[in-house]
């Protein structure tokens, strides 16, 4: 029908085309002209979907870290010692921020003392908000008072100035 007469609007309303200005256009046509591209069956700009791809880079790479710490800290109690100083070595070395949520799930659970203290190390390194929050929070609640020491001082050590929120909030 299209071919007799282009221009016929009954056809080209049915095929899913709508008016644009003097022509017509499909709606995926109008959308991209917009700057527009179809994304987990919506519409987003191009700008939101490199946001949402690296929340899910952000996502796998964390969901990583929960794996391989896990397999660490499996190590840690191993009955072969090399098995033991891999861990520990592989733990002290981590330097991705992204590794700082799952360290924190372990720290929570952990026990141990020096575990803890190799965790609050790793944390440390880590340039990562939730590390900070942390530090802080085990400097002000943990039950150990050298681990409060210690985050106190990790938290001044260069000249920065902690958040003092959380302080003046446990001092009310």
């Not at 896990?70 to 090399?82: C, F, M, V």
């Not at 992204?98 to 003392?113: K, R």
């Not at 390194?125 to 106190?152: G, K, N, W, Y």
């Amino acid at each position: 029908m299209l071919e007799l007469d282009p221009n016929d609007e009954e056809a080209r309303l049915g095929l899913g085309f709508q008016r644009h200005g003097a022509g017509w256009m499909t709606r995926d046509q109008i959308m991209q002209k917009r700057g527009m591209e179809m994304y987990r069956g919506r519409y987003r700009t191009r700008q939101e979907i490199a946001l949402l791809k690296r929340d899910d880079k952000r996502q796998q790479t964390e969901a990583h870290w929960h794996g391989e710490l896990k397999r660490l800290r499996g190590w840690l109690h191993h009955r072969r010692p090399e098995r033991v100083a891999e861990a520990q070595a592989s733990i002290a070395a981590i330097d991705d921020p992204l590794a700082a949520p799952a360290l924190v799930h372990w720290l929570s659970d952990e026990d141990d003392p020096w575990t803890r203290r190799l965790l609050v190390d790793v944390l440390d390194q880590l340039d990562h908000p939730v590390a900070m929050q942390t530090l802080v929070q085990l400097s002000i609640f943990d039950e150990d008072p050298d681990m409060r020491m210690l985050c106190v001082d990790y938290l001044t050590r260069n000249g920065d100035r902690p958040p003092l929120k959380p302080y003046v909030d446990a001092l009310r």
